[in-house]
C-alpha cells in the first residue's frame, strides 16, 4: 500500500547502501529529482540498472554513488558520450565501475522475466555478437523444437524508481505517453518508489494512459518537475540545451564537482 | 544545388525506402531518412522508433527516439517490452537502420568499445537494440562515414552480426555483400573509387559495374532542409 | 497491408480446410459472425484454438467442422456446460473430437509466445495438476537457479480472427474494453481476419484503446453485430438471455441442427 | 431474516476479506461474495477478474467475468498474457476463489472430467485459470456445495493442487486445513457435524471445537440482496 512521503522520506526509507537499484525511463519521465536525492544522502555501493544511463547516471557515477551499472546503451542521446561514465571505466574515477552489459532486447526480457516471478527470461538475442561471451547470458533448448535461445536472469532490483504525470491519494499512479519499462520496473523490484508531477483526487481516464495500483507501490513523492532536464508529457518538454550543455560540465572532473556542488548537493530537497 | 555528405547519405538511404517499408529509426541520420522518405516518395513509409512508438509521423525532426512528438503521432504506443518481443522479435519489421564505430568488411559492427573489453581505450555507449536488431529484421542498412579507423580489418569487439546487412551508404559510396563480403557498388558525385579504397581500412572488392550515385535532386535537398529546420526550432 | 473485403470472402481467401484455426474473444468481442460464415462455407477438419470456447464453439464442433481443440476452458459462462462439445467429446457426435487442454496461463503464455516468434513460452504452471500429463507441456530447467518451470509450445495458428469495433480505410484496427488476447491471436498467426463494428475515416484517440497496424492484418471485413450474442463494448451489451437460451437449444442433437439451419446456414451472409 | 444455503456461503466467504485483500474472483458465488464484502466491511478490496481487469467496481453483480462494466469501473485493464504473468504469476494476489465439481481430503480439486480422461462419462468444462490461482495466490478459499459426489475419497482427475486451501465454505459448514488435512471447523446454524459427515464422502475429522457459524446479519442480507436484484434487473 502506497504511502505518500516526501522525496527525502522516500529515498531515506528505501534505498540502503549497497542495494540495487533502477531508475528506469525510456528518454521519457527519468526520474532526475530521485536521483539526486540518492547523490544527497550519500549512499555508496549502488548496483544501478538501467536500459538507458543517462545524465542522471552519469551523476551517480561520478559522484561515487555505484559499485556496478548493468546496462544496454550508456550515452547522451543525440550527443554522445556520458564522460563520467567513460572516466569510470576507462580510468577508475572516482571508483571502477563493474559492468553488467546487455542489449536492449535482454534488458527488457530480463526486467518482464522479473515482473512475472520467473527467473529468467527467453529470447532470440546475443547472436553473432561477443557480447554473448561478456555478460550474464546462457543458451537455452526448446524442449519442443530443440532449437538454441538466450536466456537472461530476471531483473529483480531491490528498489525499483520511476517518474509518472500523476497519481491520486490512495497512490495510484498514472503515466501516459510513452511508457518504456515503467510499469515492469515497479512490479520487478522488491521496493519501489514513484515520483510523480502531481497528487490529484481522481485520476481520470486518458487515452494511452496506464495505471499502476498503488498495492504494488511502496511509496510516492510529489515532486513537480522531478523529471527534468527529460521531459513528462503534458507538463513540461525535453531541455535538449541542457543535454548538450552537459557535453562540456561533464568533461573535466573539476567542472562536473563543482557543478554538481552547486546545483544538486547545495539543493534544498523536496 | 550545393550538398553536404550528410544529405547525400541521408538521400541515399530514403531513396531505399517505399510506402510498404516499416522500418526501426535510430536517431541521427536514419531518423532524418526515413523521415525525408515520407516526405518524399515514400508517404507510407511506416517508422518505429525502440522507445515503443509504432508509425510515427513526426511533424518535426525528432532530437530523441523518445520525443513528445512521437507518442502523440504514432499509430500505437507499446512498452519497450513488447516492442522488441512482438515487433522485433516477432519479425514485423522489414529495414533496420545501425551506425557504428567500426565495420567489418563482413558488416559486423562494433558499438561497444575501442580496445580491449576489459580496459578500454573508448567506452563507446554500447549495442542498445542492435544486436537484436541485426539479427531480426529482414534488411540491415548501415549509415556510417568513411574512414580507415571505422572501415577495420578487425573488429575491437562485435557488437551485432553483419549477417542481413543488405546496404552500407557512406559519405563516399555504396558498398553491399557480394559473394559474403562487402563490395563497393556505386561512388557518390564527386568521389573516387580510390577515394573509398583510401578510406578504407581493409583491401576493397570494387564491384566491375561501379556506377555514380544519383546527386541529391532539388525536391529532395528542400524536404530534408525543410526537416532540420524544423527539427531545430 | 490489410484488404478489406466482404467476410465471404475474408473466410473463403484465408481459411481451407485442416487448418488451425484461432477465433478469440475473452467473453467481450466474441467473433460469432466469422464463425458463423466458416460453418456456412463447410469447412472440416479444422484445430480450434481458443481460451474460452464458449457458444460458436459449440456450434461449429457440433456443425462437424472441427478435427480437434486446443482450449483451457469449454463452457457456457454462468450457464453450464457446452452440450454440443460434451456431446462430441463423449460420444463423438458428429465426430470424435481430439482434446489438446491447457490451463488459461498456459494458453496466454502459448499465444504471447506465439506473438514474439519463440519456439515456446515459459511459466510457473502445471504445478500438482494431472493436466500435465495429458498435455503438451514438459518440464525446463533454469539455466541460472536450477529451478525447474513449464514450458508450452507457442500457438502459431493459421488463422486468427477476432473481432474489434472500428478500422480506418487502412485496415488499422482499434480495440477497447477487455483486449484479452487479441493482438497476440494477430500477430501469432500466419494469416488473420479482423472484423469490425463499423469502417471510420479516422481512429480517434480513445482511453484503454490499443491499435493493431495495418500491415499486421491480411483482411478486414465491416461486420456490425458480428459479435453477438456476445458484447462490442460502446456498441452493444451481452444477450445474457440468449446464453440462457442455448442451454435448451444445444441440448438436443435435433433442435441443434434445426436451429443451426434457420439461424446460421440459411442467414444472409454479409 | 430467512436465508439460503447461497446466502450463508456467500455472506461466511465476504467475512474473510479484508480493505487489504486482492482477490481474484470468477464468476457466480465467489464474484457474489467478494462484493458483498466491498459493500459492508471492506470497501478496499481489490477485485480483480482473469478478463484483465484490475480493482473493477461494479455496480451491478456481474453476469461474466468479461462484463463490460467492469472494465468501464476498473483501475486499470490489462491484457490477459499480463494478467497471468505479472499479476497471477507475480504474486500478487491475496486470495484466490475456486469451485470444483470434486475436492478430496487435501483440497485438491477437480474441475475436468468425471470418469476417465481419455473416455469421460462428464466432460466438464475444464480447470481454466484454476490450476496457476492454486499455487500462485497466497490463499485459495474454496466454495462448493457438500455432498458426497463432490466430497470424494478419490479425485477422478486432479485439476489443482490443494497445498494453499485456507477455507472451504460449503452451504453445510467450514472446512480448513489441519495439519494437512480439511477438517471441519464450524457448522452453519441448522447444520450438525453429522450432516456434514453424511455429505462427505471420506471420513470427516471434525476439530474439537467446532463452533458454530454466525447467521448472516440483516444488514448482510440486504447488502447481498441489493447486489443480487441489481445485477438481474
Known sequence: MAEIVSLTEGIRELVTDGDTVALEGFTHLIPHAAGHEIIRQGLRDLTLVRMTPDLVYDQLIGMGCARKLVFSWGGNPGVGSLHRLRDAVEHGWPAPLELEEHSHAGMAVAYAAGASNLPFGVLRGYLGSDLAARTRVRRIECPFTGEELAAVPAHRPDVGIVHAQRADRQGNVQLWGITGVQKEVVLASARSLVTVEEIVDELEPKAGAMTIPHWTIDAV?????????????????????????????????????????????????? | MTYTADEMMAVEAARRLTSDTVCFVGIGLPSLAA????????????????????????????????????????????????MFAYWLQGGRIGVGFLGAAQIDRHGNLNSTVIGDYATPKVRLPGGGGAPEIATSVREVFVMLRHSPRAFVEQLDFRTSSGERVRFVVTDLGILEPRDGELTLTR???????????????????????????????????????????????
Not at chain 2, 59 to 82: N, R
Not at chain 2, 206 to 232: F, I, N, Q, S
Open chain 1, 221 to 270: 513523492a510529489c515532486v513537480p518537475g522531478g523529471a527534468r532536464p527529460s521531459y513528462a508529457h503534458g507538463y513540461y518538454d525535453r531541455d535538449n540545451a541542457f543535454y548538450v550543455e552537459w557535453e562540456q560540465i561533464s568533461r573535466d572532473r573539476d567542472t562536473f564537482t563543482a557543478w554538481m556542488r552547486e546545483h544538486v548537493l547545495e539543493e534544498v530537497p523536496v
Open chain 2, 35 to 82: 523521415n525525408l522518405a515520407r516526405r518524399t516518395h515514400a508517404p507510407g513509409c511506416t517508422l518505429i522508433y525502440e522507445s515503443g512508438t509504432i508509425g510515427a509521423k513526426p511533424q518535426q525532426l525528432p532530437l530523441s527516439i523518445g520525443d513528445g512528438e512521437l507518442a502523440e503521432t504514432a499509430d500505437a504506443v507499446v512498452s519497450v517490452p513488447e
Open chain 2, 187 to 233: 561512388v557518390h558525385p564527386g568521389s573516387t573509387v580510390d577515394d573509398v579504397r583510401a578510406a578504407t581500412g581493409w583491401e576493397l572488392k570494387v564491384a566491375d559495374d561501379v556506377e555514380e550515385t544519383a546527386a541529391p535532386t532539388d525536391a529532395e535537398l528542400a524536404a530534408l532542409r525543410a526537416l532540420k529546420t524544423k527539427g531545430r526550432e
